[in-house]
C-alpha cells in the first residue's frame, strides 16, 4: 500500500451563505476563510470550496460544476440518529436507509442533497437499520 490519504475533494456552490450554513449546521464542518471563498474541514480532511469570486486551479481543465459532486460521510452511530438529525434540520432524505459497501465494508446509507443539490450520503457501521 502507498503512504498517501485523502486531503481534500473539491465542490462548487453557487451562494456562500447559504453552503456556509448547510454544511457548517447539517455536515459539522469547522468553517475555514481562505483568501477568497471559504473551506469546509472535517477533522483533517477537507472540502475545498469552488464559489463565487472563486478560480479553479489552471490544472482543473474541466472545473467541478454546481450540484455535480457525489459524497459519503461517516455517521459514527446507528443510522437512525443520522436520519433524526437530517430532519431537524429541515433535510428531506432521498433514499433510504439501505444497505451499501464503504472504505469500511458493508454499512447501511441515507442520502440528501446540499442546497446546490450535490449528492451526500451518511454511512452508518452500527448496525441494521432502526
Keep these: ?3 498517501i490519504t485523502l486531503d481534500h475533494c473539491v465542490i462548487h456552490v453557487t451562494e ?14 469547522e468553517l475555514i476563510r ?3 471563498g471559504y473551506a469546509y474541514r472535517f477533522g483533517d480532511r477537507q472540502l475545498n470550496v469552488h464559489g463565487p469570486g472563486v478560480k479553479p486551479a ?19 452511530g ?7 438529525h437530517l430532519q431537524r ?3 428531506a432524505v432521498e433514499a433510504g ?3 451499501r459497501f464503504g472504505a469500511k465494508g458493508q454499512g447501511t446509507s441515507v442520502y440528501f442533497r ?4 450535490s449528492l451526500l450520503e451518511f454511512i452508518s457501521y452500527a448496525g441494521e437499520p432502526k
Aim: proline share 12%; aromatic share 8%.
Design 58 to 76: 489552471e490544472v482543473a481543465l474541466i472545473p467541478v460544476a454546481p450540484g455535480n459532486s457525489d459524497l459519503c460521510f461517516e455517521w459514527s
Design 89 to 91: 434540520c429541515s433535510v
Design 78 to 84: 446507528p443510522i437512525a440518529d443520522a436520519i433524526g
Design 16 to 29: 456562500w451563505e447559504r453552503s456556509n450554513a448547510f454544511y457548517t449546521t447539517v455536515m459539522g464542518a
Design 34 to 36: 481562505r483568501p477568497v
Design 1 to 3: 500500500m502507498l503512504p
Design 97 to 99: 436507509p439501505m444497505q
Design 114 to 117: 446540499d442546497p446546490d443539490g
